[in-house]
């Protein structure tokens, strides 16, 4: 029995052994063997490995303490540097992905894709033209330097062993004490035309002398076509040297000089200030001379005609005439009240009829300087805008806050006068009024109700419908002087405005209500140009902000 279940054992194991496979098939080899093949399977998993070789970046070799040893001559380093460029430039030979896995090939295609999406979004150029560019040097008139006001060290009262000071025994000291400022009025009379940007006093250069005893030329009444007219306007362009700092304050008003030679441009700002500007001019800072003649903003002014005189008139009350030759400012009229407007009554300019801030009229002769002629009450409100017609000069149009009027001055009463025709449909205060240039058919209306309206007035009678009211947004807020739409003398069916909208820009429009032309620039033209005005004989037009900057727009030229 022992001997049987032996056998059996034995067979019992062997058929195990048969069909159990050997857990490790090396064992029954010699060591030497076992031990060289492994080393071969470890060399052929390290060959399968991503290699450094497949890399689409290559950084720079540096001759690092860690990555090359050092030399005792610089001569056998830059050989050993040279050395291993060349290994490093032999990896990158056509045939490099030979032996990658599926995997690493997908990841180098992914990569591939990922650098030209990258590179079809344009982001270095996108930045560059994002970056931004270098301010222009700023002309004109240079910036005062002041010196700060050191305010007194303030102290704790409880350090002090005081008690809490209430209104009645708060104490004031000269130091702490805020005064209000003062405006003190120029003395009534003739004023020296002394220009303050000066440190003393300058002779008027003879150019400025003989450029403003030009005699104009005479305006051409025939109007251009319409397309033609919108040519002239694409034309106009500014550049650096077309954006000069005139006047300090914020510009009120603006005029060109008649000249058709060359370029004058005056501006008035809030502070009295009058500013004369002629470009490419050597005298004064950057061609720019700045006066003084009223205390308070200069609400209006205009170049009479030979001999050429500019007059201004400003909410200190007083109406004065820049004379050149005598290097004065005459003083014309004054008045207790404001003046915000003034027209020309005669072809000669010697006549002049002003709006006054407390709703009357005054007819003054400026041969006769401080009196006037005759003085009406029109409204109880502020008269914001006067203007006489230009071919029936008895007639004129006053802008009284929310009312628009025509009178005839031959009819004109003290009190009570009664208005020939009424310019209805505004809802809101209006800020300016004005007669078409050449005929006087047309009445262009600025109202804060958002509307431009232009009335026909070819007959003078209780009915004057309105052509066209265009909408145009008027919020110019606190700190900028009030949008106001004025005729083209060259053309007088189109007028032009400022615009708050952004881009900054300026817009030309038809009678009709037809945009003709917006005037853009992303570099020069950045601010709201609140006063507007054409040159009455040459394709120009100006533009006042309110840092006190004019901008001339013209052809590729200035003269």
Not at 13 to 35: F, K, V
Not at 115 to 127: C, D, W
Not at 191 to 218: A, G, S
Not at 468 to 475: V, Y
């Amino acid at each position: 029995m022992d001997a049987d279940t032996s056998e059996i054992s034995l067979k019992t194991i062997q058929l195990l052994q048969e069909r159990t496979p050997s857990q490790n098939p090396g064992m029954d080899e010699p060591a030497e063997r076992r031990t060289s093949r492994r080393i071969r399977e470890r060399k052929q998993e390290k060959k399968q490995m991503l290699s450094p070789k497949c890399l689409t970046f290559r950084p720079k070799v540096k001759n690092t303490r860690k990555g090359v040893k050092r030399k005792k001559n610089d001569s056998e380093e830059e050989e050993n540097v040279q050395e291993t460029q060349a290994d490093n430039d032999n990896e990158f030979l056509p045939g490099y992905r030979e032996g990658l896995s599926e995997y690493e090939l997908e990841r180098l295609e992914n990569i591939r894709q990922n650098q030209a999406f990258l590179n079809s979004l344009k982001l270095p150029q996108i930045s560059e033209a994002l970056r931004p560019k270098p301010k222009p040097t700023l002309k004109g008139l240079k910036k005062e330097k002041t010196e700060t006001e050191m305010l007194p060290v303030r102290k704790s009262l409880r350090l002090q062993n005081k008690g809490p000071q209430t209104a009645v025994t708060l104490e004031m000291t000269p130091s702490t004490a805020i005064e209000p400022e003062r405006i003190v009025k120029k003395a009534p009379g003739p004023i020296p035309l002394d220009p303050i940007n000066l440190e003393e006093y300058v002779r008027v250069p003879e150019d400025l002398l003989n450029l403003w005893n030009e005699v104009p030329l005479k305006q051409d009444t025939e109007t251009l076509d319409l397309k033609l007219y919108k040519e002239e306007l694409q034309k106009l362009s500014i550049d650096e040297g077309c954006v000069v700092k005139v006047v300090k304050g914020r510009v009120c008003s603006a005029a060109f000089h008649p000249s058709a030679s060359s370029l004058l441009m005056a501006a008035g700002d809030k502070f009295g200030h009058l500013g004369l500007w002629k470009p490419d001019a050597k005298w004064g800072d950057d061609g720019v001379l700045c006066f003084e003649p009223h205390s308070r903003a200069i609400t209006s002014m205009a170049f009479s005609s030979h001999p050429c005189n500019l007059i201004t008139v400003s909410y200190d009350g007083s109406a004065r005439s820049m004379d050149l030759e005598k290097a004065v400012f005459d003083e014309v009229y004054r008045s207790t009240s404001g003046l915000k407007s003034f027209d020309f009554l005669s072809n000669d300019c010697s006549t002049l009829l002003l709006g006054e801030w407390n709703g009357e009229v005054a007819v003054v002769d400026r041969r006769t300087p401080g009196k006037y002629e005759s003085l009406h009450t029109m409204a109880e409100k502020p008269i914001r805008c006067v203007h006489v017609h230009p071919v029936q000069q008895h007639y004129f149009v006053v802008a009284e806050s929310s009312f628009v009027n025509i009178y005839d001055l031959r009819h004109l009463k003290r009190r009570n006068s009664l208005a020939v025709c009424e310019l209805k449909g505004h809802r809101r205060s209006v800020s300016s009024a004005f007669f078409s240039p050449h005929t006087g058919n047309r009445v262009l209306t600025t109202c804060m109700d958002d509307n431009i309206r232009v009335f026909n007035t070819s007959q003078m009678d209780c009915n004057t419908p309105v052509i066209k009211s265009i909408m145009h947004n008027m919020h110019t807020g606190r700190w900028l002087s009030k949008l106001s739409a004025v005729w083209d003398p060259k053309h007088q069916d189109c007028f032009v405005i400022g615009s708050v909208n952004r881009p900054r820009q300026i817009q030309v429009y038809h009678e009709s209500g037809r945009l003709l032309h917006t005037i853009r620039n992303m570099d020069h033209l950045t601010t709201v140009c609140s006063i507007t005005a054409f040159h009455p004989s040459r394709n120009t037009l100006l533009g006042g902000n309110s840092s006190g900057r004019l901008h001339i727009f013209t052809e590729s030229f200035i003269n």
